[in-house]
C-alpha cells in the first residue's frame, strides 16, 4: 500500500505559477506510474499529466509547455509545475499511482486561478 499527500495549492493570479507536491508514503521505487488529475465541480476527473518509473513524461495537450511533471524516488516525491496558468486550470487537483496493479489516490490540492 502507499498513501500520498498533495500539497503546494492555493490561489494565484493568471499568468502566474504554482508548484504542487505529492508526498508518498514508503518507497517510490516500487510504484509504476505516478499521475496528476484535476476536476472541476460536475466534470469527470482528467489526466493532466504522467510520469513512469524510470521518468518518460506525457502531457494532457492544453498544459503543454505549460507544466511539467517530475519525481525524486528518492526522497518519495512527485511534483507538478505549473507556469503561465490560466483561469481554466482552476480545479481540485490529485496524485495518483500504480502499485502492483492497485491505484492510490491522495485527497487533492485546490488550485484557483483568477484575478
Not at 518509473?53 to 525524486?72: A, H, L, Q
Amino acid at each position: 500500500q502507499v498513501q500520498l499527500v498533495e500539497s503546494g495549492g492555493g490561489l494565484v493570479q493568471p499568468g502566474g505559477s504554482l508548484r504542487l507536491s505529492c508526498a508518498a508514503s514508503g518507497s517510490m521505487f516500487s510504484i509504476k506510474d505516478m499521475a496528476w488529475y484535476r476536476q472541476t465541480p460536475g466534470k469527470e476527473r482528467e489526466l493532466v499529466a504522467v510520469i513512469s518509473k524510470w521518468g518518460s513524461t506525457n502531457y494532457e495537450d492544453s498544459v503543454k509547455g505549460r507544466f511539467t511533471i517530475s519525481r525524486d524516488n528518492l526522497k518519495n516525491i512527485m511534483y507538478l509545475q505549473m507556469n503561465s496558468l490560466k483561469p481554466e486550470d482552476t480545479a481540485d487537483y490529485y496524485c495518483k499511482a500504480q502499485l502492483y496493479g492497485n491505484d492510490y489516490w491522495g485527497q487533492g490540492t485546490q488550485v484557483t486561478v483568477s484575478s
